[in-house]
């Protein structure tokens, strides 16, 4: 490798590790991005692309969705990738849902929030399913397409003056030193960002933070009739209890004790017409059977009616996730910080938590 000492050196070319890059070179910091694999491929690379502040935990977590959001309409004018700005449409398919949303609605996080009657939400949504009688649209947040953005974002730090050493795998580090595949890199200040990747490098860490993976799946749904357009990410009773914006609402126990086994689908409609829709696995086995499938299906046909609901892709993804917290920062050693978003959320956490943590490397030790 050169013999150039970085400011800063990111382990890891997924959002989260491409967010510190981009926050550093901002700072004028001479910056190199290590990605072991030739081009991003995991989790980044599956995600839905989807910044939905009403769903995050109120403080910190909300404040950096709706940073998050400002910065990805921004790199997308920068970079040349589609970003379009979307809210959240949570659809109550019980009295006991109806009340979370009431009870949203009327808190800090609420602020512009529209709750929404039968005949209001038909107007927002003619496919509605006849048994949905209320329902509530939250402001802010936007979408974008990961495949399209990391090859953006990663041509736009290019740009910027940052080395991207890809096919590179960290083996070791220390302050100030990484041991790499392609020989030792130093840099004054490091971040490691390995997104589901939890033994490679501080395994012990990870398990000492309750951190572990859980794996989601993909659908995308056929391009719809260009009179079928959506405008926010769609949620029912599962996934309203899956947001914890919304979970931790005082009326949340009833709706949790009434909630049946269907899957917390989320909805998204692409810039090209195409719906993608989220799901939790409910195993790490890397198959989607047909019954799993069926069951997202049959979760989206309680929402609403698909004008064309052929499947044009299947994928799945593993995700680290924490049961009590949605990042997890950790200083191993001096001049080090080794960062995970662990809420499910890496599109709405990763750029705004970036500049925390750039910040902070560079006052703290």
Same mark, same amino acid.
Do not use: K
């Given at each position: 490798?050169?013999?150039?000492?970085?400011?800063?050196?990111?382990?890891?070319?997924?959002?989260?590790?491409?967010?510190?890059?981009?926050?550093?070179?901002?700072?004028?910091?001479?910056?190199?991005?290590?990605?072991?694999?030739?081009?991003?491929?995991?989790?980044?690379?599956?995600?839905?692309?989807?910044?939905?502040?009403?769903?995050?935990?109120?403080?910190?977590?909300?404040?950096?969705?709706?940073?998050?959001?400002?910065?990805?309409?921004?790199?997308?004018?920068?970079?040349?990738?589609?970003?379009?700005?979307?809210?959240?449409?949570?659809?109550?398919?019980?009295?006991?849902?109806?009340?979370?949303?009431?009870?949203?609605?009327?808190?800090?996080?609420?602020?512009?929030?529209?709750?929404?009657?039968?005949?209001?939400?038909?107007?927002?949504?003619?496919?509605?399913?006849?048994?949905?009688?209320?329902?509530?649209?939250?402001?802010?947040?936007?979408?974008?397409?990961?495949?399209?953005?990391?090859?953006?974002?990663?041509?736009?730090?290019?740009?910027?003056?940052?080395?991207?050493?890809?096919?590179?795998?960290?083996?070791?580090?220390?302050?100030?030193?990484?041991?790499?595949?392609?020989?030792?890199?130093?840099?004054?200040?490091?971040?490691?960002?390995?997104?589901?990747?939890?033994?490679?490098?501080?395994?012990?860490?990870?398990?000492?933070?309750?951190?572990?993976?859980?794996?989601?799946?993909?659908?995308?749904?056929?391009?719809?009739?260009?009179?079928?357009?959506?405008?926010?990410?769609?949620?029912?009773?599962?996934?309203?209890?899956?947001?914890?914006?919304?979970?931790?609402?005082?009326?949340?126990?009833?709706?949790?004790?009434?909630?049946?086994?269907? %899957?917390?689908?989320? @909805? &998204?409609?692409?810039?090209? *017409?195409?719906?993608?829709? #989220? =799901?939790? +696995?409910?195993?790490? !086995?890397?198959?989607?059977?047909?019954?799993?499938?069926?069951?997202?299906?049959?979760?989206?046909?309680?929402?609403?009616?698909?004008?064309?609901?052929?499947?044009?892709?299947?994928?799945?993804?593993?995700?680290?996730?924490?049961?009590?917290?949605?990042?997890?920062?950790?200083?191993?050693? %001096?001049?080090?910080? @080794? &960062?995970?978003?662990?809420? *499910?959320?890496?599109?709405? #956490? =990763?750029? +705004?938590?970036?500049? !925390?943590?750039?910040?902070?490397?560079?006052?703290?030790?």
């Amino acid at each position: 490798m050169s013999s150039v000492r970085y400011d800063l050196a990111v382990v890891g070319a997924g959002l989260v590790g491409l967010g510190h890059a981009l926050a550093a070179a901002r700072r004028g910091l001479s910056t190199i991005v290590i990605e072991r694999e030739r081009q991003p491929l995991g989790r980044s690379l599956c995600d839905a692309g989807v910044v939905c502040p009403a769903g995050q935990a109120a403080g910190t977590s909300w404040l950096r969705a709706r940073r998050s959001t400002a910065l990805w309409m921004e790199l997308g004018r920068l970079a040349d990738f589609p970003v379009t700005p979307i809210g959240l449409l949570a659809l109550a398919q019980s009295p006991e849902a109806a009340a979370v949303l009431d009870d949203f609605a009327d808190s800090r996080m609420g602020e512009g929030s529209l709750p929404l009657d039968r005949a209001e939400l038909e107007g927002r949504l003619p496919s509605i399913a006849a048994a949905i009688e209320r329902g509530l649209a939250a402001p802010g947040g936007c979408h974008f397409e990961p495949r399209q953005a990391l090859p953006r974002l990663t041509d736009l730090l290019d740009g910027m003056g940052v080395d991207i050493a890809l096919g590179t795998a960290a083996v070791s580090l220390v302050t100030g030193r990484i041991e790499t595949t392609a020989g030792m890199i130093r840099a004054d200040r490091i971040v490691v960002a390995p997104g589901a990747d939890l033994q490679t490098l501080y395994p012990r860490v990870f398990a000492g933070h309750g951190v572990h993976l859980a794996r989601r799946h993909y659908l995308r749904l056929a391009a719809q009739p260009a009179g079928f357009r959506l405008d926010a990410v769609v949620i029912g009773d599962a996934g309203i209890l899956a947001q914890v914006g919304f979970a931790r609402q005082r009326s949340a126990p009833g709706l949790r004790a009434r909630q049946q086994a269907s %899957p917390a689908v989320e @909805l &998204v409609q692409a810039a090209d *017409g195409t719906l993608v829709v #989220t =799901a939790p +696995a409910t195993s790490l !086995e890397p198959f989607m059977t047909a019954a799993a499938e069926a069951a997202i299906h049959a979760a989206l046909a309680d929402l609403l009616t698909i004008p064309d609901p052929t499947v044009v892709e299947r994928w799945q993804a593993l995700v680290p996730v924490a049961d009590d917290r949605d990042v997890v920062i950790v200083a191993p050693e %001096p001049g080090i910080r @080794l &960062v995970s978003v662990t809420g *499910g959320n890496a599109a709405g #956490t =990763a750029l +705004a938590l970036a500049e !925390e943590v750039v910040e902070d490397l560079l006052t703290g030790v």
